[in-house]
Nanobody, 122 residues
Framework: QAHVAESGGGSVQTGGSLRLSCVYSGGIVAVDSVDWHRQPPGKQREFIARIFNNGETKYADSVRWRWTISRDRYASTTYLQMDSLKPDDTAVYYC????????????????WGQGTQVTVSS
């Protein structure tokens, strides 16, 4: 069964940096894209960044030019480098892998991780 796990969260001060990692394993057959989303306290989950299988990337306006999504395909790992962090970036960060799996009958499905907490203090 497909499994996704995030790591790298923590507490930093305004202007600091963190790098989140997303490792996917198990029954993943073919990855189309990997997303990062976040859920701030008391708010809905929102899209942050995506990297496609061809390397193309997409970002939310709120993080464009501050953050970078990248990947190591051979390690089945996607990264989110977060620079110039602000208190508004405080949230639980989730990774989601859009992929065909051994149990998805040929369809692409999203598999989510459990999330990692990022707290930015002023």
């Amino acid at each position: 069964q497909a499994h996704v796990a995030e790591s790298g969260g923590g507490s930093v001060q305004t202007g600091g940096s963190l790098r989140l990692s997303c490792v996917y394993s198990g029954g993943i057959v073919a990855v189309d894209s990997v997303d990062w989303h976040r859920q701030p306290p008391g708010k809905q989950r929102e899209f942050i960044a995506r990297i496609f299988n061809n390397g193309e990337t997409k970002y939310a306006d709120s993080v464009r030019w501050r953050w970078t999504i990248s990947r190591d395909r051979y390690a089945s790992t996607t990264y989110l480098q977060m620079d110039s962090l602000k208190p508004d970036d405080t949230a639980v960060y989730y990774c989601a892998v859009n992929a065909r799996t051994t149990t998805s009958a040929g369809y692409y499905v999203m598999t989510w991780g459990q999330g990692t907490q990022v707290t930015v203090s002023s």
